[in-house]
């Protein structure tokens, strides 16, 4: 019996404070609330993905960058459990690592082989990038199935969209020619004209690639990460928890994973933190 591998997404644009990170933490958390097991992957040397959920950087023990480095490190050995939700925690050393990836053979390809051996372990794994194009994003690109691009409310939204694209159109001719756009989502929406215009050039550019869904702005969803805490486990009555929920509706139905049927009832979890990790 083949046993099944499960999508991986990569919550990619290189524009800064689009809500790429916050996308990354709160989605993963939503689908995880859905009796679905989540890996989440922090590919950012800044490391806010592992800090949003709660890891302090400074106590962390093994990383990403040990699974790019070192080929015989055990995967395993840089997971930290949670309930439901398990991450692969990032820090600064990262970027070093990225400036080794320039004398490594097949760098970009390390992440996308390394991956595998977990893909029928977890029903999806969610990866936040950097906000840049080099080594890092490539990797993510060559890991993933599918990639979720965030665009903000704002008169530049859509500027960098065909930068990232022509950057997914060569992954796809080269190294992955698998990877597709699972969605565009709206976030930071507010009841403005510039966001009601970005929003209708997105449904004329993207149609039905368009998440029906928009992340609203919300003060919640702005404290949350500061306080080490999903939306879920800082404010689940919010706006923010009920975006999420809803953008975990729509993930689930175009990925054809887990069920639905309880999906938006789920407004006051019971939740626990990220823990430890192996040593």
Same mark, same amino acid.
């Given at each position: 019996?083949?046993?099944?591998?499960?999508?991986?997404?990569?919550?990619?644009?290189?524009?800064?404070?689009?809500?790429?990170?916050?996308?990354?933490?709160?989605?993963?958390?939503?689908?995880?609330?859905?009796?679905?097991?989540?890996l989440?992957?922090?590919?950012?040397p800044?490391?806010?993905?592992?800090?949003?959920?709660?890891i302090?950087?400074?106590?962390?023990?093994?990383?990403?960058s040990?699974?790019?480095?070192?080929?015989?490190?055990?995967?395993?050995?840089?997971?930290?459990?949670?309930?439901?939700?398990?991450?692969?925690?990032?820090?600064?050393?990262?970027?070093?690592?990225?400036?080794?990836?320039?004398?490594?053979?097949?760098?970009?390809?390390?992440?996308?082989?390394?991956?595998?051996?977990?893909?029928?372990?977890?029903s999806?794994?969610?990866?936040?990038?950097p906000?840049?194009?080099?080594?890092?994003?490539?990797?993510?690109?060559?890991?993933?199935?599918?990639?979720?691009?965030?665009?903000?409310?704002?008169?530049?939204?859509?500027?960098?969209?065909?930068?990232?694209?022509?950057?997914?159109?060569?992954?796809?001719?080269?190294?992955?020619?698998?990877?597709?756009? #699972?969605?565009? @989502? =709206?976030?930071?929406?507010? $009841? /403005?004209?510039? &966001?009601? +215009?970005?929003?209708?050039?997105?449904?004329?550019?993207?149609?039905?690639?368009?998440?029906?869904?928009?992340?609203?702005?919300?003060?919640?969803?702005?404290?949350a990460?500061?306080?080490?805490?999903?939306?879920?486990?800082?404010?689940?009555?919010?706006?923010?928890?009920?975006?999420?929920?809803?953008?975990?509706?729509?993930?689930?139905t175009?990925?054809?994973?887990?069920? #639905?049927?309880? @999906? =938006?009832?789920?407004?006051? $979890? /019971?939740?626990? &933190?990220? +823990?430890?990790?192996?040593?």
């Amino acid at each position: 019996m083949e046993t099944k591998l499960c999508p991986i997404v990569a919550i990619a644009n290189q524009k800064g404070g689009v809500g790429k990170t916050t996308s990354a933490i709160n989605l993963a958390q939503a689908l995880a609330l859905q009796d679905l097991k989540i890996l989440l992957v922090d590919l950012d040397p800044q490391g806010n993905a592992t800090q949003g959920v709660g890891i302090p950087l400074e106590s962390i023990h093994a990383s990403i960058s040990d699974i790019i480095r070192d080929r015989n490190f055990v995967v395993e050995g840089a997971i930290y459990k949670g309930d439901g939700l398990d991450l692969i925690p990032a820090t600064p050393l990262l970027s070093r690592v990225e400036r080794e990836m320039t004398s490594m053979t097949n760098s970009e390809l390390r992440l996308s082989q390394r991956l595998q051996v977990l893909r029928s372990q977890y029903s999806l794994i969610v990866i936040d990038t950097p906000p840049t194009f080099g080594p890092l994003m490539n990797s993510a690109l060559n890991a993933a199935t599918q990639i979720i691009v965030p665009v903000d409310s704002s008169y530049f939204a859509l500027m960098g969209i065909k930068e990232l694209m022509a950057e997914v159109e060569e992954i796809q001719r080269g190294t992955n020619p698998t990877l597709s756009v #699972l969605g565009y @989502l =709206l976030t930071l929406a507010d $009841p /403005t004209n510039i &966001a009601n +215009q970005t929003w209708d050039t997105l449904i004329s550019s993207f149609g039905s690639a368009v998440f029906e869904t928009k992340i609203r702005r919300s003060v919640k969803l702005k404290e949350a990460p500061a306080l080490g805490k999903t939306i879920f486990h800082h404010a689940p009555d919010s706006v923010g928890a009920q975006d999420y929920l809803g953008l975990a509706h729509e993930v689930m139905t175009r990925l054809g994973i887990g069920e #639905l049927s309880s @999906l =938006l009832n789920q407004t006051k $979890p /019971t939740l626990s &933190a990220i +823990q430890g990790g192996c040593k």
